[in-house]
């Protein structure tokens, strides 16, 4: 060892630190121990520091390699080159006297080389493809081994052939290497060049820099980590649940800095590694920790390197090959515990050969020499070793190829965790490096080393431990750029010195001397090809017997390492291998076994085990006694039963209920956010899907080519009734009609499809709905088919038909895909949008149960939660003795693969098992408790229902050859034990049907009452209560549903080594299952297992030596009963060890009476127990106990519901149960099965009591037999509780993106989970997806496509057919609309007419005729049912003549609507899209929304005293319309057509629309109205709404109402729209004047409509072609607007006529009311306005309610024509929101909430009443219709009397009848002198009234009056002027207001009486 410098390794001194380290560990409970090497070294160096500061700065410029990082926080300095002399060279690769340098130039020129020196490549960073050529004194260069090079240099160039440069600074100016920093030798000359034989000089090895890797690969951060990285998951206290001891320092253990002496200045590398050497052993506390292990989940160490403290100190004396490096972090090769393992582990040679002038020595290995693999290899190590290729190069393998497997798996992850995430390159972080090879390699060791003993690595483990590594190292940066952004000069943080490849070997070595060699380093000096070697030598020697893993390193002089894995473990080995299988390669392998027999071997083996020879015999031997007299016992009791139920009649079992088919709450969930998908796609601006278009729904549901899916599928499409509802099928349909709607996806699938394309083509107003369920099944891109098109026709059969671009593109399909596991369709490139994922709800939402059902799902959640402790017997369990028997069996025989040895063992299981159920109890031994337990559950389960119901077994053989090898052996076992009749076995093959026997099939046919002769079982749930083993083949389950009698789902056979998450979820899947919510259950799951013989448990299973391994608990035994652990034994029956603990789901809510006893002395004894009902009438010490399978005995809760209550006369039966407690935790833990005694020969076996195995199947869930491997991986759980398993790849058909990725959580909802797959998974080539553009940009999403996920057997099916009939009725409804349907009131008060039409059939009024026309002042709008009547002459209206009146609020509620099929000529909303009106809309791309400009139009208005001031909104594509100064310019009018025109291509009346509160639901779309003819349309808004209504209707005229005008009424809107028209008239005359067009030939009239016109219609009549005849028949249709516009317009003397309108239309039009053609009455809702007549007609700005009415009277009052086309009438829709409801009337105060009745709407003056925010007028209109019977108390239901209204119609409800007169001069009134009035209402009168025309009207004594004035003032002027005292009597309190605000200028109202 010869150097004692400080710090040095000294054996004892190394030993006692790691002794007390260990004992530090054990004791610890800190969570970051301390590890060892800093004992060693870190005080030591802090002494040096002191002693030896002075020394330190010796020649710290020439040589002070790492000090850039050393300073912690200080900013790199940046070299300053000095200027180059003037007029030299400064090209690059040429020297500063302009010679060429480069090798390339040089490489076959003569070069004149001093003895002494030799010939170097220096590395321009330039030039980074070229070495410069430099000859350098070879004295300054290092030896081989990377020491003795003099400080300092002597160097030429080569090129000028310039000597004796004395420093590499001056050098480097001179052949321009152009440095940013410090130049440095060790840095830039890289590479010795040699002359090869031909003379040419070329690159050879690299210069042996000793560190140089190190110092070449630094950066500021350092490229390892400075903080030890925690556990993977740090549940308890590390040193007592960590899975192995973790170094840690105690504060008490002294240290090492007083003891040291001096030390050396190494930087401390510190590595924590695993169980820690004792000694040379395993410490006694580590075997014991291994032994009780609780966790097997891998744990990562803790490494951490420590900083140097300072820069090495100088030496010019070499360093001897075993003493450190003090320049560099090394460990030293020679270290003084390094003897131990260097003789076993690492080949340490010395590298051979001097570098001289003359050669240069070659490695003797040459890395491309191939190495062989030894013949015999699988025979010696009954192996395949899988070797895994890790960093650099690895070397050619020949020879016996056939027993290795080279897998590149470890290669990619070390590259991919080499990848720096680009969450981090947003950064800019440059001083973030990726993880280091070395500590790659070393993180790999330390994981390797810590798995246990039946453990297999997993590459997810290992990239989580890079990850988290690496975060860890670079946890600052990260924070910092986090928090800010990147400065320019970030501070460098403290450097850490990361691990080199010289330590590397040494540290792996370190960690693995702790695994008892199940880890072995080899270490090689020139290539792996010598270390592959060395580990195929130690092979063949058996020296790796215990070995699982041999890491082979190569660290040479070369900077990068060389290394790989190799995997020598039998078990590990054979599963890797065969996870590296394709499933078409495992199945080709297993046919291969099986066609070629080599599994004969395997057979015969077996037949050696039975004592008494071949099974086969005892087989034999077994039916020959028992041919004839199949009388025992055991089978007697299921035959003869089934005979009596022959001749018995109808059987007894009640538990046997076929579910009628209904849908649950969750799938009516589901469908409808289906639906409301649908809307949102349609309802989105990118007109991806008009739902408006299409009329019916068709479907087609994919699916997987199983014939039982299918069958499954066409039963589900049947019963559902969809294509009835959807009209698709009539009432008796068949089944091939059915089968239309089903595609299998197999070789006949694309006919079917075709035909299904063309039909989708053929029917554009269809909406087709593509289901694919079973999405996740074939992804394969349909690129590989065509690849391989002589392959399976299937393949890639999916992507051919859904993707193809006739569905892509067809507007009329929607695909659906629907599956349980879509993380393969949920990558960076899907198809599917994020916002079309649909995800089954979860039933618990904060506690809350949002769709309460009778009935729990149990998925894998719950499985797993039952496994979890508490839980008496988990659902999920393993079979330790068959997996015992598998790994044996396994190293026998290597070559076969272990699905073969897996199905044989389980069948032997299954065989041996029905033989001991069938009384060859010495069978027993030859199976395992979990199979018995099965068979006799099968076997005996139909003799406790009177019907011979019983339970099924699920066999899963995915291998369809296996399953057949299965199904012959158990059916001939089953055979020779005559058990056919007792219970089935069905060979299950996805591509054929199910075939069962016909005893069978007769029996399904009794209990499901079917009488076709002809039926078969088609689908498994047909097999509900049939016992049965059911063999389900197939590489995949294809979503194949089970029945609930299924009990046992035995996945022992699942390709355990294909681990990817849909795979697994998939397989366990099956048992997925609906408990009853409603029974309490027993706590635990029950099985039925019965008790067998003592001896009889003791089968070959090895669970002695597993106990260590299985985690268990260990547990007391005695030497005759053999006591089975309870953690994964299924046929054990221990009794809940926590009584109080939850249990499996919510479901499951029994109350326990199991309560734990105290502890007695070296026992636990329990409470005494209730006995189960098979155990009535025991004595409590009885031998012949049950075996206590029910799990604990319950006592039930009496609860209210029907739950069956067990036997009250049960006895209590005393049992005692053996406990240990372990050292690692109190909790009791039960020990296995109580045994019983022997069961008698004759088979007499003690039932349970007789009852149905299907009552218990309704209320449990079935249990779960897996492989160990996934067991572990479905039951470990990481940190955040999350299954290990749900973090697994997702599918074989991605990758993850980046081995940076986030870990998944257990919090993490469907939808984030779809997003993280998303973002860190992209599909592999052969994906369908791999071609879909980049990563989530929008346009890469089809708009079409949806996805519904939910967990399997949830109803996915019944969800998305419940989805089909709800969109079938929504697109109906879409295609409907409800309008009005009421009949006209006041029909027998109208005035009839002495005078009719001669002709019925007059297409036009007469005018002539029509003046005569009296006009029916009565209201027959239905609209105005509670408005008051207007009487015209004396008449005596009896009240009864009005129908009952209905409370104001039910107005709107009770009127009556009728639902109407949309016509081609309706009016639409927003909501509707086509083709034909995108235009029109202003979607299309060539009308842009900002396409519309704003113009201000004023004019001048007398009456309200000022200018008005309107904005149009004037799209650019209506502009020419309008007529404008200039192109641009003022707006001067709007263009009108003439009297004369007779075009038919347009409407010449302008039509103007007041809305409010409707720019959604309004219906402004008039182009199929019009029929696509020209028209102006204006839509009429408020200011407020202007912004919302253009964005709806970009496309549309918009006039803006003045802010003015913002809380005003519909009153206002009219009042404009008619005085802007006029104006208009007006402009447009003068204009056209002009032109020479007379005025009066100007087109008058406008249309004023309301926003819910939808639909128009008109009469025919048929007079039988006398034209004359008063009788006629009539038929009604609907039209379109433009004709009924077209045909008014083209009206005879129409300009003579002011207002036209139509009738409202009713389905309960009588012929009376169309009888005459035209009638002179009111017109509401859609009127043809004549401007020009109307001049001095206004309507009143201030109305809100009934101003249509008021303009009507005011029309006929000055003498107009009102004319009504009764043949016309206008649907009226229902529209709920908006027009005058959307003002609500509050109160002022905001804090006062209360609602406000009308009669609060007028209050006395100055009273302290509550004020409304609300228009006065609007108060004084509501409270008149609800409460002017306080103005008017005499007019109350007196018609004769009614009240007079002067000028102004207001409604004052419908018990008061008024009468209309106006003021104005020469108006037409009626005749007054008749009527006595009851009451006069005086409203805003102007100067016409005055009071000798009020003297006119006669009043009766009492009637009362109400003036109403818009001040206090006013109002007293008004009675003055009006001499209103003198008749009537006025008092002061009879004044009110309107309840508003002074500043919201209240109305005034005066009442007073009649004198």
């Given at each position: ?141 290092p030896d081989d081994s990377g020491h003795n090079a003099l400080l300092g240099f002597s160097g030429n160039c080569v090129g000028c052939g310039k000597k004796g440069f004395c420093y590499f600074t001056e050098f480097s100016h001179h052949i321009n290497l152009k440095l940013t920093t410090q130049p440095k030798k060790q840095k830039h000359l890289k590479y010795y060049l040699v002359r090869s034989a031909q003379g040419a000089l070329s690159k050879g090895p690299l210069i042996c820099w000793k560190g140089s890797e190190f110092r070449g690969r630094q950066t500021p951060a350092g490229s390892c980590f400075g903080s030890l990285f925690a556990p993977l998951d740090s549940s308890g206290p590390l040193a007592a649940s960590s899975s ?1463 389905s309960k039009t009588a012929s009376g009311e169309v009888r005459e053609p035209f009638s002179r009455c009111h017109v509401h809702d859609f009127i043809v306005l004549n401007v020009d007549l109307t001049q001095n007609v206004q309507y009143n700005q201030n109305r809100f309610l009934c101003d249509d009415v008021d303009f009507n009277l005011r029309v006929q009052s000055a003498g107009l024509l009102l004319c009504r086309f009764n043949r016309f009438s206008v649907m009226k829709k229902q529209i709920a929101v908006g027009g005058h409801r959307s003002f609500h009337i509050t109160s002022k105060a905001a804090d006062n909430p209360m609602t406000i009745v009308p009669a609060q709407y007028i209050c006395a003056p100055d009273s302290k ?147």
């Amino acid at each position: 060892m010869g150097n004692s410098y400080a710090g040095q390794l000294k054996t004892t001194r190394f030993e006692e630190v790691l002794h007390n380290s260990i004992e530090a560990s054990l004791r610890s409970n800190s969570l970051v121990p301390r590890p060892i090497f800093s004992q060693l070294y870190l005080e030591a160096e802090r002494h040096l520091s002191a002693l030896e500061g002075s020394s330190r700065v010796d020649h710290e410029e020439e040589e002070g390699e790492g000090e850039v990082g050393l300073e912690p926080n200080c900013p790199p300095n940046t070299y300053q080159m000095l200027p180059p002399p003037e007029g030299c060279c400064t090209t690059d690769g040429f020297c500063q006297a302009g010679k060429d340098l480069r090798l390339a130039s040089l490489s076959s020129e003569p070069i004149d080389v001093p003895a002494g020196f030799l010939l170097v490549g220096a590395k321009s960073p330039s030039l980074p493809d070229h070495l410069l050529v430099c000859a350098v004194d070879k004295r300054f260069l290092p030896d081989d081994s990377g020491h003795n090079a003099l400080l300092g240099f002597s160097g030429n160039c080569v090129g000028c052939g310039k000597k004796g440069f004395c420093y590499f600074t001056e050098f480097s100016h001179h052949i321009n290497l152009k440095l940013t920093t410090q130049p440095k030798k060790q840095k830039h000359l890289k590479y010795y060049l040699v002359r090869s034989a031909q003379g040419a000089l070329s690159k050879g090895p690299l210069i042996c820099w000793k560190g140089s890797e190190f110092r070449g690969r630094q950066t500021p951060a350092g490229s390892c980590f400075g903080s030890l990285f925690a556990p993977l998951d740090s549940s308890g206290p590390l040193a007592a649940s960590s899975s192995e001891p973790t170094p840690g320092v105690n504060p008490s253990v002294p240290t090492a800095a007083q003891q040291a002496g001096p030390a050396s200045d190494h930087p401390s590398l510190t590595a924590a590694t695993g169980p820690a050497v004792f000694n040379g052993k395993d410490s006694p506390k580590h075997q014991q920790l291994v032994k009780s292990k609780l966790s097997a989940t891998p744990r990562a160490s803790a490494l951490g390197i420590l900083t140097n403290s300072g820069p090495p100190k100088k030496r010019h004396k070499g360093w001897s090959p075993e003493s450190p490096s003090a320049t560099d972090g090394s460990y030293s090769q020679g270290g003084g515990n390094r003897a131990k393992y260097e003789s076993a582990s690492m080949s340490c040679m010395p590298q051979v050969g001097l570098v001289g002038p003359a050669s240069v020595t070659f490695p003797v290995v040459a890395s491309g020499e191939p190495v062989s693999v030894p013949d015999n290899l699988l025979k010696i190590c009954k192996a395949k070793p899988v070797i895994f290729k890790g960093h650099g190069n690895f070397p050619y393998l020949c020879g016996n190829l056939n027993d290795v497997v080279v897998s590149p798996l470890l290669y990619t992850c070390y590259q991919n965790s080499q990848s720096i995430s680009r969450a981090y390159e947003q950064y800019g972080a440059s001083t973030i490096q990726p993880i280091s090879e070395e500590t790659q390699l070393l993180l790999t060791v330390y994981y390797l080393v810590q798995l246990a003993a039946d453990q297999v690595p997993m590459m997810e483990d290992l990239e989580q431990i890079f990850l988290r590594s690496w975060r860890e190292s670079h946890l600052t940066e990260i924070r910092q750029y986090q928090q800010a952004a990147p400065q320019p000069f970030p501070p460098v943080p403290g450097a850490v010195a990361p691990v080199t490849s010289a330590q590397l070997p040494w540290l792996a070595g370190l960690a693995a001397s702790s695994c008892n060699d199940s880890v072995h380093i080899i270490e090689c000096t020139y290539s792996l090809a010598e270390g592959l070697s060395e580990m195929f030598r130690l092979l063949v020697e058996g020296k790796l017997a215990k070995t699982n893993y041999v890491v082979i390193i190569c660290a040479c002089r070369n900077a990068a390492i060389d290394s790989c894995i190799a995997v020598t473990g039998k078990y590990q080995a054979r599963i890797l291998s065969e996870s590296l299988l394709t499933p078409a390669e495992y199945q080709k392998e297993v046919n291969y076994e099986l066609v070629t027999g080599k599994v004969d071997s395997l057979g015969a083996f077996f037949s050696t085990l039975c004592p008494e020879g071949d099974i086969d015999i005892l087989l034999d031997k077994f039916h020959q006694e028992n041919q004839g007299h199949i009388s025992s016992s055991l089978t007697a009791s299921s035959v003869t039963k089934s005979a009596s139920l022959d001749v018995g009649g109808a059987p007894t079992c009640t538990s046997y209920t076929l579910e009628p088919h209904h849908i649950r709450p969750f799938q009516l969930a589901v469908a409808q956010k289906l639906l409301s998908h649908v809307c949102s796609i349609a309802d989105s601006s990118t007109q991806n899907l008009d739902l408006g278009s299409f009329e019916k729904v068709d479907f087609l549901i994919c699916i997987p080519p199983s014939e039982v899916t299918y069958q499954q599928t066409l039963f589900h499409v049947w019963h559902s009734g969809v294509l009835l509802e959807l009209g698709l099928e009539k009432e008796h349909m068949t089944k091939q009609r059915v089968e239309q709607y089903v595609l299998k996806l197999d070789a006949e699938a694309q006919t079917k499809f075709k035909s299904f394309l063309q039909n989708s083509f053929q029917n554009p107003h269809t909406l087709f709905v593509l289901i694919h369920d079973h999405a996740h099944w074939d992804l394969v891109s349909s690129t590989v088919h065509n690849l391989y098109s002589q392959s399976d026709p299937s393949v890639g059969l999916v992507d051919r038909l859904l993707n193809c671009r006739e569905v892509k593109e067809a507007p009329n399909i929607v695909t659906l895909h629907v599956t349980s596991f879509p993380y393969a369709l949920q990558t960076q490139h899907t198809l599917i949008s994020p916002y079309n994922e649909i995800h089954w709800p979860a039933s618990y939402n904060n506690g809350a149960d949002l769709y309460p059902e009778n009935k729990k799902y149990f998925g894998l959640s719950e499985f797993i939660e039952s496994t979890l402790s508490g839980h008496s017997l988990p659902l999920l369990r393993y079979d330790s003795s068959f997996e015992a028997m598998v790994t044996t069996l396994g190293k026998r025989f290597p070559r076969l693969h272990s699905a073969v040895i897996r199905t044989f063992v389980l069948v032997q299981h299954y065989a041996a098992a029905m033989m001991a159920v069938s009384g060859l109890s010495q069978m027993k031994n030859y199976t395992s408790v979990e199979t018995l337990e099965i068979t006799q559950n099968l076997i005996n389960s139909p003799k406790q229902c009177p019907c011979g119901h019983g339970l099924m077994v699920l066999l899963r053989v995915p291998c369809s050859p296996l399953a057949a090898v299965a199904y012959e052996r158990l059916a001939h076992v089953r055979a020779r034990l005559a058990l056919e009749q007792h219970f089935e076995i069905i060979l299950s093959n996805p591509s054929s049907g199910i075939t069962v026997g016909k005893h069978f099939v007769k029996q399904l046919k009794m209990w499901q009452k079917i009488e076709d002769a002809e039926w078969r079982p088609q689908t498994y749930l047909e097999l509900e209560g049939l016992p049965c083993i059911l063999i389900f083949s197939g590489m995949d389950p294809h979503g194949e549903s089970l029945p609930r009698s299924l009990r046992y789902c035995d996945l022992r056979l699942i390709n355990s080594s294909c681990l990817v998450r849909t795979a697994l979820e998939q397989e366990l899947g099956l048992a997925a299952y609906f408990v009853s919510n409603q029974i309490p259950l027993e706590k635990g799951v029950c099985g039925e297992a019965l008790e067998s013989d003592t001896e009889k448990l003791s089968s070959t299973d090895s669970e002695d030596e597993e106990l260590a391994t299985e985690g268990s608990t260990s547990e007391k035994r005695s030497p005759v009963k053999r006591e089975r652990p309870c953690s994964h034994d299924s046929a054990s029956s221990p009794l809940s060890s926590k009584a109080s603990s939850k249990s499996a789901g919510s479901a499951l809510c029994g109350e326990s009476s199991a309560q734990p006893g105290g502890p007695s002395q070296g026992e636990q004894a329990r409470t005494p127990q209730p006995c189960s009902p098979s155990e009535e009438g025991r004595a409590p010490g009885d031998k012949q106990r049950l075996r206590a399978s029910q799990g604990p005995a319950v006592v039930h809760r009496h609860s209210p519901g029907p739950a069956p209550q067990p036997d009250s006369s049960l006895r209590t039966g005393q049992r005692s149960v053996q406990v240990s407690v372990t050292p690692s935790s109190s909790q009791l833990s039960s020990s296995g099965s109580s045994s019983s005694s022997a069961v008698p020969a004759a088979g007499t076996l003690i039932l349970q009591a007789s009852h149905c195995s299907l009552t218990k199947a309704c209320q449990q869930p079935p249990v779960v037999f897996l492989p160990k491997l996934v067991y572990d991986m479905v039951t470990s759980t990481d940190s955040s509780g999350l299954p290990k398993a749900a973090s697994l790849l997702p599918s074989h058909s991605v990758m993850w993106a980046s081995s940076f990725r986030p870990l998944l959580s257990k919090t993490m909802t469907s939808t984030e989970q779809s997003l993280y797959y998303r973002q860190w998974t992209v599909p592999r080539p052969s994906h369908m997806d791999y071609g879909n553009r980049a990563e989530g940009r929008v346009d890469s999403f089809h708009p079409r496509r949806l996805l519904l996920s939910g967990p399997p057997q949830i109803g996915k099916t019944g969800a998305y057919l419940q989805f089909l009939s709800i969109l079938s009725r929504m697109l109906i409804r879409l295609t409907e609309v409800d309008v009005y349907d009421e009949e006209e009131i006041n029909i027998n008060l109208r005035e009839e007419s002495e005078w009719h039409y001669l002709q019925l059939s007059d297409p036009w009024p007469d005018l002539e005729l029509f003046k005569t026309l009296p006009f029916d002042y009565i209201i027959h709008d239905p609209k105005y049912e509670d408005a008051s009547l207007i009487c015209s002459h004396h008449q005596a209206i009896k009240s009864e003549d009005r129908g009952p009146s209905r409370r104001p609020e039910d107005l709107y509620l009770r009127r009556q609507t009728a639902r109407m099929r949309l016509s081609k000529y309706a009016a639409y909303n927003t909501y509707h899209h086509c083709e034909q009106c995108h235009q029109y809309m202003g979607f299309h791309p060539r009308y842009q929304l900002y396409e519309s400009t704003l113009h201000a139009f004023a004019f001048s208005y007398s009456m309200l005293g000022e200018e008005i001031q309107l904005h149009f909104i004037i799209p650019k594509s209506k502009e020419h319309h309008f007529v404008f100064s200039q192109p641009g310019g003022q707006l001067e009018s709007m263009r009108l057509p003439l009297v004369t025109d007779k075009s038919h291509e347009y409407i010449k009346s302008p039509t103007f629309t007041p809305t409010t509160g409707r720019h959604e639901h309004g219906l402004f779309n008039l182009y199929h109205a019009m029929d696509g003819a020209s028209h102006l349309h204006v839509l009429v808004v408020k200011e407020y709404e202007m912004a919302i209504y253009k964005k709806y209707w970009p496309n549309h005229i918009m006039l803006v109402l003045p802010s003015i005008f913002n809380s005003a009424g519909v009153g206002a809107a009219h009042f404009l729209i008619k005085e802007l028209s006029y104006h208009n008239l007006e402009l447009e005359r003068s204009r056209q004047e002009e032109l020479g067009i007379k005025p009066q030939d100007i087109w008058p009239f406008i249309v004023i409509s309301d926003d819910s016109c939808v639909m128009w219609n008109v009469v025919d009549i048929d007079c039988g072609g006398e034209r004359s005849s008063r009788e006629f028949s009539w038929s009604e249709r609907n039209v379109s607007l433009k004709y009924i516009m077209q045909h008014i317009e083209a009206s005879p003397n129409i300009t003579h006529y002011a207002l036209i309108g139509m009738r409202k239309w009713s389905s309960k039009t009588a012929s009376g009311e169309v009888r005459e053609p035209f009638s002179r009455c009111h017109v509401h809702d859609f009127i043809v306005l004549n401007v020009d007549l109307t001049q001095n007609v206004q309507y009143n700005q201030n109305r809100f309610l009934c101003d249509d009415v008021d303009f009507n009277l005011r029309v006929q009052s000055a003498g107009l024509l009102l004319c009504r086309f009764n043949r016309f009438s206008v649907m009226k829709k229902q529209i709920a929101v908006g027009g005058h409801r959307s003002f609500h009337i509050t109160s002022k105060a905001a804090d006062n909430p209360m609602t406000i009745v009308p009669a609060q709407y007028i209050c006395a003056p100055d009273s302290k009443h509550t004020f409304l925010a609300a228009p006065a007028q609007l108060l004084l209109e509501k409270f008149l219709q609800h409460h002017s019977h306080h103005f008017f108390p005499l007019s109350l239901q007196d018609h004769g009397h009614p009240v007079l209204l002067v000028d102004c119609y207001l409604n004052l409800g419908s018990q008061i009848s008024v009468c209309y007169v106006s003021s104005r001069p020469h108006s037409l009134n009626i005749s007054c002198s008749d009527f006595m009035f009851s009451g006069l209402l005086l409203y805003l009168c102007d100067s016409f009234v005055g009071a000798s025309f009020l003297k006119k009207f006669h009043f009766l004594k009492g009637a009362t009056l109400c003036v109403i004035c818009q001040d206090r003032n006013s109002l007293r002027q008004t009675v003055v002027r009006l001499e209103l005292e003198d008749e009537w009597q006025f008092r002061l309190r009879d004044e009110f207001q309107t309840a508003n605000a002074k500043e919201d200028r209240p109305l005034f109202f005066l009442t007073g009486r009649h004198i």
